[in-house]
């Protein structure tokens, strides 16, 4: 028999799915039979499936061995601690991600990602300890393409990352972005609602009508710079959808800066679109939550790698 403590990190989550994150390798069905048998009980009583953790309860398992997890190789150990943290609290972070740096591994090799960046950081400073974490790991709470610099929020506690999430869902944490653009935007300022869809190729299309397979996108912009091919523009998301930005000024005929993907003109040298994802405010409504504190505060970056490469392309020969 195993025995688990809840901790608060285990809280407030149902009992299957505590089970799932600490036990992988259980099939569903056999969960499902445990608990029926009685052979997983929380505070040695009968459970159920939905029931809801709390800090201080026990979960006795009566199963076979090979469902609890040896301890393995911390491969996010392999990876550097480094961050640029613009803002740190016992609950969350906000990191700059550097342009170029994976927001997550894809593959089952080591990777350098700020995922497990940020796990190295957290143990360094030991905040977080594999071995004494049962069913939570600090994660991100949103992502950036790898090619794109800016502020990423992460959460260090499960609360916190319940909270984040929630308010990000309700489009209650505002998003801005720089951009640098092809050519000069007729309109200096808009409000604009597409359709959007992914497709087979793994790129964004946008209409411009309600469409069957494709949900609303609303972005607003407004034109900060103008040099002589290229503009400086700031975007506000008001919806979260996959390469809304570049599909936006796609679709407007002023592509971004080096992303030749949805239509910017080729350079001899391999370029990336530019962008930055350079301010982050949050303005939580409702209930109150365990960032509440946070509620009002706004996060900007300075000297970012788009307003430094605007220069350079506006400047006169």
Request: glycine share 4%.
């Amino acid at each position: 028999m195993k025995e688990f403590i809840i901790n608060e990190n285990d809280a407030d989550q149902r009992v299957d799915r505590f089970i799932q994150k600490t036990m992988k390798t259980m099939p569903k069905s056999l969960m499902y039979k445990y608990i029926r048998n009685k052979k997983i009980k929380v505070n040695r009583k009968r459970c159920e499936i939905s029931q809801r953790l709390q800090a201080g309860d026990t979960m006795q398992c009566y199963i076979p061995e090979e469902f609890y997890e040896a301890a393995t190789m911390r491969s996010f150990l392999q990876v550097p601690n480094a961050l640029d943290v613009v803002y740190e609290d016992d609950a969350v972070l906000l990191i700059n991600k550097p342009k170029g740096l994976r927001a997550h591994s894809d593959t089952s090799e080591v990777q350098d990602n700020l995922a497990d960046r940020l796990l190295h950081y957290l143990y360094c400073k030991k905040e977080y300890n594999p071995t004494t974490e049962q069913s939570f790991t600090p994660a991100l709470c949103h992502r950036i393409d790898r090619n794109t610099q800016g502020l990423v929020i992460a959460a260090k506690t499960a609360a916190a990352l319940r909270c984040m999430n929630e308010k990000i869902a309700l489009r209650q944490v505002e998003k801005k972005y720089l951009c640098i653009v092809q050519g000069k935007l007729k309109k200096k300022q808009d409000h604009i609602v597409l359709y959007h869809r992914k497709n087979e190729k793994n790129t964004a299309e946008v209409i411009d009508r309600e469409r069957e397979g494709y949900t609303r996108m609303e972005t607003g912009y407004r034109v900060l710079q103008e040099a002589e091919r290229y503009s400086l523009v700031e975007v506000e998301l008001h919806s979260g959808k996959s390469h809304q930005i570049r599909a936006l000024m796609s679709w407007l005929g002023h592509p971004l800066l080096g992303d030749v993907k949805y239509g910017a003109r080729k350079t001899k040298e391999k370029t990336y679109q530019a962008l930055c994802a350079y301010h982050v405010a949050f303005h939580f409504q409702g209930d109150a939550c365990c960032l509440q504190y946070l509620n009002g505060r706004a996060f900007e970056l300075q000297d970012t790698d788009i307003e430094r490469q605007f220069v350079d392309i506006a400047r006169p020969f």
